[in-house]
């Protein structure tokens, strides 16, 4: 007999991994069109990871749903459970990434020991002291 608490879990999961994929992809087309727009970005591999990460959240979300469901008609309560919980770590890889990226906060970047802003608005760095 399937337990009525997992069902309850499932369909929250659902209607949350669901939304979440939903402006996740929303995000994504932005993430694609703006995260190499830096000179040097595409040779980041901290970027990288960010935008594969990323593009990957609603995918996980999506597989995180089915393979829950499917889990559940297998009467594999535990294991579905663990299923809905598959995006949790796409979302704990990226703060992780976000707290290896010490060298660019808020447009700041180091150069030379000490931390200077750099304006690449107008095609070459300018760079001035906070």
Request: overall charge positive; some cysteine.
């Amino acid at each position: 007999m399937k337990p009525p608490r997992v069902k309850i879990c499932l369909i929250i999961s659902t209607c949350l991994w669901l939304w979440a994929a939903l402006l996740g992809a929303f995000i994504s087309i932005f993430v694609l069109a703006f995260a190499f727009d830096a000179p040097g970005s595409d040779q980041n591999p901290v970027i990288l990871a960010y935008v594969r990460t990323i593009i990957a959240f609603p995918v996980v979300c999506v597989v995180a749903v089915l393979l829950s469901w499917l889990f559940y008609w297998f009467r594999l309560s535990k294991t579905a459970c663990a299923a809905a919980l598959l995006p949790f770590g796409n979302i704990i890889l990226f703060c992780v990434l976000l707290a290896l990226d010490k060298d660019r906060q808020n447009g700041y970047e180091k150069i030379e020991g000490a931390w200077a802003y750099i304006d690449y608005s107008h095609g070459k760095g300018i760079v001035t002291a906070p």
